[in-house]
């Protein structure tokens, strides 16, 4: 690292910055200084630095052009750690802290001498839009590995590839109106909004709010204006009603009125936000913003002009250099030719010489350039030449000298022989361009208006646009129609606004400007050295003029052929000259070509911010039974099902090692086959169903019969949608002649409530009857297994007898002296109770069974095991062996529908339809691999004739498939093309591998085909 | 009584209960409260929860008589009965929730079953799927805010108003029981989701947790 | 993100409390066996799809769960009104038509929960958004 340099363009005074603080930082390396109320761009233009980057395309060496948002060059990536890596901010908005670490994005591997940049000089002749696509897009398998070169080199910044030490978080707001830019105009709406007792909240983008004001050459009550924004901050910030925040940018407005406002809290102050009484803040924040209305004062981007040459270092806009000058006292360079359409660039001049500098010459392209500006120019002293322009700036990695000549706009020519007039520095204006991005958000197309030669937005309702972002310049106009805004949103919001005194603005009078989006060359543009139109994106007005030869008449077509307004950029600088130019190849007018649409993000937002608290351990909810603890505790491994964590299998340490997966479910499973296992099975959907209609209302919702359910039984259901597929299974008990509990898949608890309150709601209002979610009110407990009755009989008052407590009933007593309803089903096929008790006792009922349990060999299982075991049974699972194209019948399960029920049940019609009455429609049948050691995989396509040529005709696939430690072979349920009429047949499934399984087709059921087991 | 079935969950006094954050206390600690706490978390363990479904005329009649607290008139509303210990709140036009100390749901049950006889109704016991956490402190409302997507500014969101909505990427109800307190009714299954989120983002509030 | 009125809650909600449940009214024939395949398939699959003002189903699944009925805009995303369950929407695309040609519908150009009726015949329009 090199030693620090002088501040050299640093000026003796002036500027809004603290000269008794000094402030290091680096950049590429090179260790600089500033102070504090610096930018990043206006330290590195007080310390000299010409070069900031390479361009994206061409590797040119760039200079800062702006001082805002719209800085198109100097985009930085900032960290000194890995961790702390932010790519692509701009120098322009980043504060100036002690110890700033930044680089440039693009350049590798350095600015200086850049290897693109042989590329770039010989690309200057044979880069046109489309190069990358016309030259590597063939072959196209290739593109992958030219992308990855092109990148590194042509760089976009990179991501930290470590943990962010920083927090973030989201902040819900809303407030009657939103003011967007703390400039004059967003002030004086804010002030009359807030003195209406409106919720207001001001957001602006800047380290400090006042906008233009902070750096204006007018006064307002014949004071500076920073005065009256210092007052009228102070009342805003003493009202309740008020949320100031500055460094925060309106990057998104979404539908009716939601804004999403990206708050830089740290930024500014450190890498790493610094902790406060031993808490790190969140260094960013998103504010989500409903608002009643909103105010766009979002102010206007200065255009440059387009002229050759125009991108190198030492080119910027007239009114970057007043605001470096005037706001950071910084004088970026030594001798300036101001090139311009328009009185606004004047004051570039006037600052320049008030700051001790030469000012070589204004060429104004206007013939006859008359008023208040002009004449103080000259009153300076300064020489003024007109009807002429900068044609063309001279210099490699700084501006040596401008071409100057006279030009004719309406012939687009230039007229006799150019001047060239030595100078470094070159300031451009070409008027401004209303900011009109976060309003074409919106969907809302902009209107041209030729006497601003700019556009301005149109509105939806509930928005206002006041000051620069509405086309209004002069600052006595702007404050009064931000006044206006203010009244007008308040009292939409109803609330009465008193009157605004306004203080009196002191501005010089305005003359014309002239319509010039492209400065003539002596060559046709397509010959002529590069004339700049989009500096991020390297677009040039010879590439629009390509563009439009080769067919692109439509601008949205242009921007994608060009790149112009792509990315970060969005089209802030160039747009409005792209549009111009596009217009003036394609021979029409700008309002008929239009403009392209601008896109979310306005300038780009840290992922942090947009991610907020919803990351890491809280990226999503994890929802856990009353039992999860235990589980834990117990070693077991979970399975997200939904958003529960479910046992999945608990592995124990036998002999000092830990069981694997395999091993663990086979023990399980043998466990529950042989003794007793028990499974946590609270995460269940359970649904209370109670009134007079609860029974018809379950008739007409499940495929089967419910009229003759009596209190104390319990009946499985399957649940169609209209068109005759599953959508859900379970058991419903009837605890009450009109009264029913209802239990779905743990996946579908919520989908199945809103499906009953839909139908409820909006077909048969007239069935009285309601539905109450009592999911995680209950924690229900399976205990299965040969010797679960013996087990239960210890801990309950239940008479447990096999003949009066039969399967599919439910009885109430207590268990472990608790109230519990205990249900007589199965899932594994053995006998099995299911013992349901308020969630609140279910850890002691748990533990009480393991008290008892041990002796009979009580083995916690989870979902794996649970998989398994209804698998052998040829139990399915709804959403595995169905996927929403399956019927009933598809799944062999005609015995749980009711064909003859009166009413026509909710999927009924829909099985007779020709397609699902269809004897190739795929089934469900049990698959049994030819070689036992084969566990088919999951998802396996299975074929008939396994010679058959590729592609080859599928027939099925496999649904659920698993090793069984009974049956000591691999099993699998799938469906296979007109299954239930193949058993005995062959089918194979061909594996990526190229092997190929072959499986018999059996029956689902693989163990205990009678069901006597869970009769016991 | 209408042919529903009840169900009395309680139990003698020795058996021991665990309300919904019982494993989070475990797992995650409870920040003590200190002098630099901006919020305050308390849970309100194993109320009674009871859900009430039905027409409002005939509901409100038999709540008046059995509890003394009429059903809120307006959507959103809150109602508390003197002691603070009782409440009914409007979920949605024909559903109440009511929480009463813990123990009282049974009786109240039974009670209202009887005095609404035939009329069509329904009451659900949820006491064991959901808690109550109060937040109070100065910077409780700040910490809604950076939770829950409804406008909790007191303009917006008064004393004896109560809502259902998106907290965090769950569900909560968020109530105004008083000027200091905040109230949320959280599903038992997302209760340690909700918790840890809480002192995540109560942590720069130096939030404490009172038990 | 859409702010819309819940005609049971009575107030203005975020979108993410809500669930779209496709297009509003349609009916299950009362008597599906005596459809034919088509009418029953018609009911089954098929669907508007204008351009437009448009009636949508849905439900405020994260609050008072009632399903409802919303008039939207497919272009500019405008939501015209919300209704309840049952009743009929009062902004269709022929009304607007229509009071377009009369002039005394505020047309909105583009954005919010809108219509400024001044039609005495709807002096209020449910779910307009102040």
Same mark, same amino acid.
């Given at each position: 690292?090199?030693?620090?340099?002088?501040?050299?363009?640093?000026?003796?005074?002036?500027?809004?910055?603290?000269?008794?603080?000094?402030?290091?930082?680096?950049?590429?390396?090179?260790?600089?200084?500033?102070?504090?109320?610096?930018?990043?761009?206006?330290? =590195?233009?007080?310390?000299?630095?010409?070069?900031?980057?390479?361009?994206?395309?061409?590797?040119?060496?760039?200079?800062?052009?702006?001082?805002?948002?719209?800085?198109?060059?100097?985009?930085?990536?900032?960290?000194?750690?890995?961790?702390?890596?932010?790519?692509?901010?701009?120098?322009?908005?980043?504060?100036?802290?002690?110890? /700033?670490?930044? *680089?440039?994005?693009?350049?590798?591997?350095?600015?200086?001498?850049?290897?693109?940049?042989?590329?770039?000089?010989?690309?200057?002749?044979?880069?046109?839009?489309?190069?990358?696509?016309?030259?590597?897009?063939?072959?196209?398998?290739?593109?992958?590995?030219?992308?990855?070169?092109?990148?590194?080199?042509?760089?976009?910044? *990179?991501?930290?590839?470590?943990?962010?030490?920083?927090?973030?978080?989201?902040?819900?707001?809303?407030?009657?109106?939103?003011?967007?830019?703390?400039?004059?105009?967003?002030?004086?709406?804010?002030?009359?909004?807030?003195?209406?007792?409106?919720?207001?909240?001001?957001?602006?983008?800047?380290?400090?709010?006042?906008?233009?004001?902070?750096?204006?050459?007018? #006064?307002?009550?014949?004071?500076?204006?920073?005065?009256?924004?210092?007052?009228?901050?102070?009342?805003?910030?003493?009202?309740?009603?008020?949320?100031?925040?500055?460094?925060?940018?309106?990057?998104?407005?979404?539908?009716?009125?939601?804004?999403?406002?990206?708050?830089?809290?740290?930024?500014?102050?450190?890498? +790493?936000?610094?902790?406060? $009484?031993?808490?790190?803040?969140?260094?960013?924040?998103?504010? *989500?913003?409903?608002?009643?209305?909103?105010?766009?004062?979002?102010?206007?981007?200065?255009?440059?002009?387009?002229?050759?040459?125009?991108?190198?270092?030492?080119?910027?806009?007239?009114?970057?250099?007043?605001?470096?000058?005037?706001? !950071?006292?910084?004088?970026?360079?030594?001798?300036?030719?101001?090139?311009?359409?328009?009185?606004?660039?004047?004051?570039?001049?006037?600052?320049?010489?008030?700051?001790?500098?030469?000012?070589?010459?204004?060429?104004?392209?206007?013939?006859?350039?008359?008023?208040?500006?002009?004449?103080?120019?000259?009153?300076?002293?300064?020489?003024?030449?007109?009807?002429?322009?900068?044609?063309?700036?001279?210099?490699?990695?700084?501006?040596?000298?401008?071409?100057?000549?006279?030009?004719?706009?309406?012939?687009?020519?230039?007229?006799?022989?150019?001047?060239?007039?030595?100078?470094?520095?070159?300031?451009?204006?070409?008027?401004?361009?209303?900011?009109?991005?976060?309003?074409?958000?919106?969907?809302?197309?902009?209107?041209?208006?030729?006497?601003?030669?700019?556009?301005?937005?149109?509105?939806?309702?509930?928005?206002?646009?006041?000051?620069?972002?509405?086309?209004?310049?002069?600052?006595?106009?702007?404050?009064?129609?931000?006044?206006?805004?203010?009244?007008?949103?308040?009292?939409?919001?109803?609330?009465?606004?008193?009157?605004?005194?306004?203080?009196?603005?002191?501005? /010089?009078?305005?003359?014309?400007?002239?319509?010039?989006?492209?400065?003539?060359?002596?060559?046709?543009?397509?010959?002529?050295?590069?004339?700049?139109?989009? =500096?991020?994106?390297?677009?040039?007005?010879?590439?629009?003029?390509?563009?439009?030869?080769?067919?692109?008449?439509?601008?949205?077509?242009?921007?994608?052929?060009?790149?112009? @307004?792509?990315?970060?950029?969005?089209?802030?600088?160039?747009?409005?000259?792209?549009?111009?130019?596009?217009?003036?190849?394609?021979? *029409?007018?700008?309002?008929?070509?239009?403009?392209?649409?601008?896109?979310?993000?306005?300038?780009?937002?840290?992922? @942090?911010?947009?991610?907020?608290?919803?990351?890491?351990?809280?990226?999503?909810?994890?929802?856990?039974?009353?039992?999860?603890?235990?589980?834990?505790?117990?070693?077991?491994?979970?399975?997200?099902?939904?958003?529960?964590?479910?046992?999945?299998?608990?592995?124990?340490?036998? $002999?000092?090692?830990?069981?694997?997966?395999?091993?663990?479910?086979?023990?399980?499973?043998?466990?529950?086959?042989?003794?007793?296992?028990?499974?946590?099975?609270?995460?269940?959907?359970?649904?209370?169903?109670?009134?007079?209609?609860?029974?018809?209302?379950?008739?007409?919702?499940? #495929?089967?019969?419910?009229?003759?359910?009596?209190?104390?039984?319990?009946?499985?259901?399957?649940?169609?949608?209209?068109?005759?597929?599953?959508?859900?299974?379970?058991?419903?008990?009837?605890?009450?002649?009109?009264?029913?509990?209802?239990?779905? +898949?743990?996946?579908?608890?919520?989908?199945?409530?809103?499906?009953?309150?839909?139908?409820?709601?909006?077909?048969?209002?007239?069935?009285?009857?309601?539905?109450?979610?009592?999911?995680?009110?209950?924690?229900?407990?399976?205990?299965?297994?040969?010797?679960?009755?013996?087990?239960?009989?210890?801990?309950?008052?239940?008479?447990?007898?096999?003949?009066?407590?039969?399967?599919?009933?439910?009885?109430? @007593?207590?268990?472990?002296?608790?109230?519990?309803?205990?249900?007589?089903?199965?899932?594994?096929?053995?006998?099995?109770?299911?013992?349901?008790?308020?969630?609140?006792?279910?850890?002691?009922?748990?533990?009480?069974?393991?008290?008892?349990?041990?002796?009979?060999?009580?083995?916690?299982?989870?979902?794996?095991?649970?998989?398994?075991?209804?698998?052998?049974?040829?139990?399915?699972?709804?959403?595995?062996?169905?996927?929403?194209?399956?019927?009933?019948?598809? &799944?062999?399960?005609?015995?749980?529908?009711?064909?003859?029920?009166?009413?026509?049940?909710?999927?009924?019609?829909?099985?007779?339809?020709?397609? #699902?009455?269809?004897?190739?429609?795929?089934?469900?049948?049990?698959?049994?691999?030819?070689?036992?050691?084969?566990?088919?995989?999951?998802?396996?396509?299975?074929?008939?004739?396994?010679?058959?040529?590729?592609?080859?005709?599928?027939?099925?696939?496999?649904?659920?498939?698993?090793?069984?430690?009974?049956?000591?072979?691999?099993?699998?349920?799938?469906?296979?093309?007109?299954?239930?009429?193949?058993?005995?047949?062959?089918? !194979? &499934?061909?594996?990526?591998?190229?092997?190929?399984?072959?499986?018999?087709?059996?029956?689902?059921?693989?163990?205990?085909?009678?069901?006597?087991?869970?009769?016991? | 009584?209408?042919?529903?079935?009840?169900?009395?969950?309680?139990?003698?006094?020795?058996?021991?209960?665990?309300?919904?954050?019982?494993?989070?206390?475990?797992?995650?600690?409870?920040?003590?409260?200190?002098?630099?706490?901006?919020?305050?978390?308390?849970?309100?363990?194993?109320?009674?929860?009871?859900?009430?479904?039905?027409?409002?005329?005939?509901?409100?009649?038999?709540?008046?008589?059995?509890?003394?607290?009429?059903?809120?008139?307006?959507?959103?509303?809150?109602?508390?009965?003197?002691?603070?210990?009782?409440?009914?709140?409007?979920?949605?036009?024909?559903?109440?929730?009511?929480?009463?100390?813990?123990?009282?749901?049974?009786?109240?049950?039974?009670?209202?079953?009887?005095?609404?006889?035939?009329?069509?109704?329904?009451?659900?016991?949820?006491?064991?799927?959901?808690?109550?956490?109060?937040?109070?402190?100065?910077?409780?409302?700040?910490?809604?805010?950076?939770?829950?997507?409804?406008?909790?500014?007191?303009?917006?969101?008064?004393?004896?108003?109560?809502?259902?909505?998106?907290?965090?990427?769950?569900?909560?109800?968020?109530?105004?029981?008083?000027?200091?307190?905040?109230?949320?009714?959280?599903?038992?299954?997302?209760?340690?989701?909700?918790?840890?989120?809480?002192?995540?983002?109560?942590?720069?509030?130096?939030?404490?947790?009172?038990? | 993100?859409?702010?819309?009125?819940?005609?049971?809650?009575?107030?203005? %909600?975020?979108?993410?409390?809500?669930?779209?449940?496709?297009?509003?009214?349609?009916?299950?024939?009362?008597?599906?066996?005596?459809?034919?395949?088509?009418?029953?398939?018609?009911?089954?699959?098929? %669907?508007?799809?204008?351009?437009?003002?448009?009636?949508?189903?849905?439900?405020?699944?994260?609050?008072?769960?009632?399903?409802?009925?919303?008039?939207?805009?497919?272009?500019?995303?405008?939501?015209?009104?919300?209704?309840?369950?049952?009743?009929?929407?009062?902004?269709?695309?022929?009304?607007?038509?229509?009071?377009?040609?009369?002039?005394?519908?505020?047309?909105?150009?583009?954005?919010?929960?809108?219509?400024?009726?001044?039609?005495?015949?709807?002096?209020?329009?449910?779910?307009?958004?102040?």
């Amino acid at each position: 690292m090199s030693q620090s340099k002088k501040q050299a363009n640093r000026l003796a005074k002036g500027g809004r910055i603290d000269r008794s603080r000094t402030l290091s930082f680096t950049f590429n390396g090179q260790s600089y200084q500033g102070h504090p109320g610096d930018t990043l761009a206006s330290a =590195l233009l007080a310390n000299g630095v010409d070069i900031v980057n390479r361009s994206f395309k061409y590797s040119r060496p760039r200079g800062i052009v702006a001082a805002g948002a719209e800085e198109p060059n100097a985009i930085v990536q900032l960290g000194s750690t890995e961790a702390g890596q932010v790519p692509n901010v701009r120098a322009t908005q980043q504060a100036l802290f002690a110890g /700033l670490t930044a *680089r440039s994005t693009n350049g590798w591997p350095n600015v200086q001498r850049d290897m693109m940049g042989l590329v770039g000089k010989v690309g200057g002749k044979f880069m046109p839009p489309g190069f990358y696509y016309k030259t590597f897009m063939a072959p196209a398998s290739m593109w992958m590995t030219y992308e990855k070169y092109i990148r590194k080199s042509a760089g976009l910044g *990179r991501s930290p590839m470590e943990v962010d030490p920083d927090t973030y978080d989201h902040l819900h707001q809303h407030c009657d109106v939103l003011v967007v830019g703390g400039g004059a105009a967003g002030l004086a709406a804010a002030l009359a909004a807030a003195r209406s007792g409106a919720r207001v909240i001001v957001a602006d983008e800047q380290e400090d709010m006042g906008g233009s004001l902070l750096d204006s050459r007018e #006064t307002l009550d014949g004071k500076p204006a920073d005065q009256w924004v210092a007052q009228v901050l102070e009342e805003l910030a003493g009202c309740e009603n008020v949320t100031l925040l500055p460094r925060t940018t309106a990057n998104g407005y979404h539908d009716h009125n939601f804004v999403t406002l990206h708050e830089r809290r740290t930024e500014h102050l450190s890498e +790493t936000a610094p902790l406060v $009484n031993g808490h790190r803040p969140v260094r960013s924040r998103m504010h *989500r913003v409903r608002a009643g209305q909103v105010i766009l004062a979002t102010g206007a981007h200065e255009r440059p002009l387009v002229y050759a040459g125009n991108d190198v270092p030492g080119n910027l806009l007239a009114g970057a250099v007043s605001t470096y000058i005037r706001r !950071y006292g910084v004088a970026p360079g030594n001798k300036l030719v101001l090139s311009t359409s328009n009185d606004y660039g004047y004051r570039a001049a006037l600052d320049w010489k008030e700051a001790g500098r030469e000012v070589v010459a204004i060429v104004d392209a206007r013939q006859a350039p008359a008023g208040d500006w002009v004449e103080a120019a000259r009153a300076q002293g300064i020489k003024v030449i007109t009807g002429s322009a900068v044609i063309e700036a001279k210099g490699g990695s700084r501006v040596s000298a401008a071409r100057v000549a006279k030009i004719d706009i309406d012939t687009f020519k230039v007229i006799g022989q150019a001047e060239t007039l030595a100078c470094d520095t070159i300031a451009s204006s070409g008027g401004y361009s209303p900011v009109i991005h976060l309003a074409s958000h919106t969907g809302a197309r902009p209107t041209w208006r030729d006497d601003l030669l700019g556009f301005v937005p149109n509105l939806v309702k509930g928005v206002q646009a006041c000051g620069g972002a509405n086309g209004t310049y002069d600052l006595g106009e702007v404050l009064a129609e931000g006044v206006e805004a203010g009244v007008k949103a308040a009292a939409a919001t109803g609330h009465a606004a008193p009157a605004v005194s306004l203080p009196q603005a002191k501005t /010089l009078e305005q003359g014309p400007a002239a319509p010039l989006f492209q400065v003539p060359h002596e060559k046709p543009t397509l010959r002529a050295p590069k004339q700049f139109v989009d =500096l991020q994106n390297d677009v040039t007005a010879a590439g629009i003029e390509l563009a439009t030869r080769e067919g692109f008449e439509s601008i949205e077509h242009v921007k994608r052929y060009t790149a112009m @307004g792509f990315g970060t950029d969005q089209g802030k600088l160039g747009n409005i000259n792209g549009m111009a130019i596009a217009a003036r190849c394609l021979g *029409r007018s700008i309002p008929e070509v239009g403009t392209t649409v601008f896109r979310p993000n306005y300038t780009p937002v840290t992922f @942090g911010a947009i991610v907020g608290r919803h990351c890491r351990d809280l990226f999503d909810p994890e929802r856990y039974t009353a039992l999860h603890q235990w589980h834990v505790e117990h070693g077991a491994e979970f399975e997200d099902v939904g958003q529960w964590k479910r046992p999945w299998y608990f592995p124990q340490t036998i $002999n000092g090692k830990k069981e694997t997966m395999h091993e663990a479910v086979a023990r399980e499973c043998l466990a529950v086959r042989e003794k007793i296992g028990i499974l946590d099975a609270s995460t269940l959907g359970k649904i209370d169903i109670q009134g007079p209609d609860a029974r018809e209302f379950l008739n007409r919702i499940y #495929t089967n019969k419910w009229m003759k359910l009596d209190v104390g039984r319990v009946r499985y259901g399957l649940m169609c949608k209209d068109d005759g597929m599953l959508m859900d299974d379970g058991t419903t008990s009837c605890l009450g002649e009109n009264h029913f509990l209802m239990t779905t +898949t743990t996946g579908g608890a919520a989908g199945v409530l809103e499906w009953l309150e839909l139908w409820h709601q909006t077909e048969w209002p007239e069935l009285q009857v309601y539905f109450t979610s009592v999911t995680d009110h209950w924690a229900t407990m399976t205990i299965t297994g040969p010797e679960a009755r013996k087990l239960l009989a210890e801990i309950t008052d239940i008479d447990l007898d096999r003949d009066t407590f039969k399967f599919m009933d439910w009885r109430a @007593g207590k268990v472990a002296g608790v109230p519990a309803r205990v249900f007589r089903i199965s899932f594994t096929g053995e006998l099995a109770y299911e013992i349901n008790v308020q969630a609140n006792y279910a850890m002691h009922v748990w533990k009480t069974l393991f008290e008892h349990g041990d002796k009979y060999g009580l083995t916690p299982y989870g979902t794996e095991t649970m998989h398994v075991l209804r698998a052998e049974k040829g139990f399915i699972i709804a959403g595995q062996d169905s996927d929403g194209s399956v019927t009933p019948e598809d &799944l062999g399960m005609q015995w749980a529908v009711g064909y003859d029920k009166p009413f026509s049940w909710v999927g009924k019609r829909a099985l007779s339809r020709s397609d #699902t009455r269809r004897t190739d429609r795929k089934q469900l049948v049990g698959l049994k691999p030819k070689d036992p050691k084969v566990v088919l995989e999951e998802g396996a396509q299975i074929v008939f004739d396994p010679k058959h040529a590729i592609p080859m005709p599928m027939a099925g696939h496999v649904t659920s498939s698993y090793y069984s430690p009974t049956l000591d072979s691999g099993f699998a349920l799938g469906v296979v093309k007109g299954g239930h009429n193949k058993l005995g047949e062959t089918v !194979y &499934l061909p594996m990526a591998d190229g092997q190929t399984h072959e499986a018999e087709i059996v029956s689902p059921i693989f163990y205990d085909p009678k069901g006597e087991r869970q009769n016991v | 009584m209408s042919n529903a079935a009840t169900f009395d969950t309680r139990t003698d006094g020795a058996i021991p209960v665990e309300s919904s954050l019982a494993y989070s206390y475990h797992r995650s600690g409870t920040p003590r409260v200190g002098p630099q706490s901006r919020v305050i978390l308390r849970e309100r363990a194993l109320l009674g929860h009871l859900i009430l479904r039905g027409g409002a005329i005939v509901l409100d009649e038999a709540v008046r008589e059995v509890l003394g607290l009429g059903l809120p008139g307006q959507p959103q509303g809150l109602v508390v009965d003197a002691s603070g210990e009782r409440s009914v709140q409007w979920l949605s036009p024909d559903e109440w929730l009511v929480i009463v100390p813990g123990g009282e749901e049974f009786e109240l049950e039974t009670r209202l079953r009887e005095r609404l006889a035939d009329a069509h109704y329904a009451i659900s016991d949820v006491s064991g799927g959901q808690t109550l956490l109060e937040l109070s402190g100065e910077a409780a409302r700040e910490l809604l805010m950076k939770s829950a997507i409804y406008d909790v500014h007191p303009s917006h969101f008064p004393v004896g108003k109560g809502v259902t909505t998106v907290f965090a990427k769950a569900t909560a109800i968020i109530r105004r029981p008083s000027e200091e307190r905040w109230e949320l009714v959280i599903r038992r299954s997302f209760a340690d989701y909700l918790y840890r989120w809480l002192l995540d983002a109560g942590a720069e509030y130096a939030i404490g947790v009172e038990k | 993100m859409f702010y819309i009125h819940c005609p049971y809650c009575g107030e203005h %909600r975020e979108e993410e409390e809500f669930h779209p449940k496709g297009q509003a009214h349609i009916e299950r024939p009362k008597d599906p066996e005596a459809c034919s395949d088509e009418e029953w398939g018609d009911y089954l699959f098929f %669907r508007d799809n204008p351009r437009g003002v448009h009636h949508e189903l849905w439900v405020h699944a994260v609050g008072c769960r009632k399903f409802f009925n919303v008039t939207r805009h497919t272009v500019t995303y405008e939501i015209l009104e919300t209704y309840k369950m049952g009743e009929q929407p009062r902004i269709t695309a022929e009304s607007l038509a229509s009071q377009q040609t009369q002039g005394n519908v505020q047309v909105a150009s583009g954005g919010q929960q809108t219509v400024g009726a001044t039609n005495a015949a709807a002096p209020s329009v449910k779910g307009e958004q102040v």
